[in-house]
C-alpha cells in the first residue's frame, strides 16, 4: 500500500469513527458555531483565536457572540478545549480555517489573515494525513495560490500526506431556520484524495454536502453567491428612493412584483448592504477579474 492509500484510508477511518481532532482556527461567527457543531456530532476540537480574551470565555463556557448561548458552549465543554497556542494544531487530524477576509484601504483584497494563520499552522502540521480546509470567502485561485503554495514550500505532498480542501461558510447569523447543520455546504478538493476526504469530513458535520470538481468552481460559487445579493439589495435600495419620491409604498410593490410565479426573486431594502462579506465580495471578484 503507498503511503498515499495508507494516510487516506487512516484520516477517513478517524474521521468516520469520530476519533479524529478537529482543529477550529478562528473563533468568529463562522468558527464558533463550526465548533460547538463538531462537538455535538462527537469530534474532540480544539479552537485557535489569536484573542486571548475570546479563549478565556470560551474556557469558561461563555459566550461572546449575541446569537450564540452561553448554555450552548457550556454543554459543548466536555468535547472542546480553546486556546492560543498553535503548538496544540500537532494534535489535530483537519484544520479549518475561518478567518477574515476583508479589504486594504484601496479596496483591495486583504489575505494577510489567511497567509499569518498558514505561518503559525504550518510548523505543527503532521506528515501522516491531515486535512486542511479553508472556509474563507475569497477570490478564484486562493485556495490553491496560497495554501498550496505554503504546503508545497514547507516539503509536503498533496493529495499525499495532506489533503487540501476548499469548503466555503455559509452563515446567515441569528436565525434559526438555516443552522449550521442544515444549510447545504459547498465542498472542493485539490485532489480527487482531498475531495474525498472533505466530502467525508463534512459528511459528519452538515446534512448536505455538495462536491465540485473545483477549488475554484466552489471559491467562485461563494462570490456570486454575494455578489448576486449585493447587486439585488443594492437595486432594491435604489428603487426605495425612487418610490419614496413618487410617494409610492416600495414595500406594498415588491409584495406584488412577488406574486409573480417565475422569474422574480424578492428582496427587500434596508440600512446598507448587510452582513460581513456581501459589501466586500464584489470587490474580491472584480480585483481577479482584472487579470482576465
Request: overall charge negative; glycine content about 8%; some cysteine.
Amino acid at each position: 500500500m503507498t503511503a498515499t492509500h495508507s494516510n487516506f484510508q487512516s484520516l477517513s477511518a478517524a474521521i468516520n469513527d469520530h476519533s479524529a481532532t478537529i482543529g477550529i482556527v478562528g473563533l468568529g461567527y463562522v468558527g464558533l458555531p463550526l465548533l460547538l457543531r463538531c462537538c455535538e456530532v462527537g469530534f474532540k476540537t480544539i479552537g485557535f483565536d489569536i484573542d486571548p480574551e475570546k479563549v478565556d470565555m470560551l474556557v469558561a463556557g461563555t459566550s461572546f457572540i449575541q446569537h450564540i448561548a452561553s448554555s450552548r458552549v457550556g454543554a459543548a465543554q466536555s468535547n472542546f478545549t480553546a486556546t492560543t497556542d498553535f503548538a496544540r494544531i500537532s494534535e489535530c487530524q483537519a484544520i479549518i480555517l475561518c478567518v477574515p477576509t476583508p479589504l486594504t484601504k484601496n479596496r483591495d483584497p486583504d489575505l494577510s489573515y489567511i497567509i499569518q494563520t498558514m505561518s503559525d499552522v504550518l510548523p505543527h502540521l503532521g506528515k501522516e494525513g491531515v486535512a486542511v480546509s479553508l472556509e474563507s470567502t475569497t477570490y478564484p485561485g486562493t485556495t490553491e495560490d496560497i495554501l498550496g503554495k505554503a504546503l508545497n514550500e514547507a516539503g509536503h505532498k498533496i493529495g499525499s500526506d495532506v489533503f487540501l480542501i476548499y469548503s466555503p461558510e455559509r452563515e446567515d447569523p441569528g436565525r434559526a431556520d438555516f443552522t449550521t447543520q442544515s444549510i447545504p455546504k459547498l465542498v472542493a478538493g485539490h485532489t480527487s484524495f482531498c475531495l474525498k476526504i472533505g466530502m467525508a469530513l463534512y459528511g459528519q458535520i452538515v446534512d448536505t454536502p455538495v462536491g465540485t470538481s473545483s477549488l475554484k468552481v466552489a471559491e467562485m460559487a461563494k462570490i456570486l453567491e454575494n455578489v448576486q445579493r449585493a447587486v439585488n439589495i443594492g437595486l432594491m435600495n435604489e428603487m426605495k428612493l425612487v418610490a419614496d419620491a413618487m410617494k409610492v409604498d416600495i414595500f406594498e410593490v415588491i409584495e406584488a412584483a412577488a406574486t409573480k410565479p417565475f422569474g422574480f426573486t424578492k428582496y427587500l431594502p434596508g440600512p446598507g448592504l448587510g452582513g460581513h462579506c456581501i459589501p466586500i465580495d464584489p470587490f474580491y471578484l472584480t480585483w481577479k477579474a482584472k487579470e482576465f
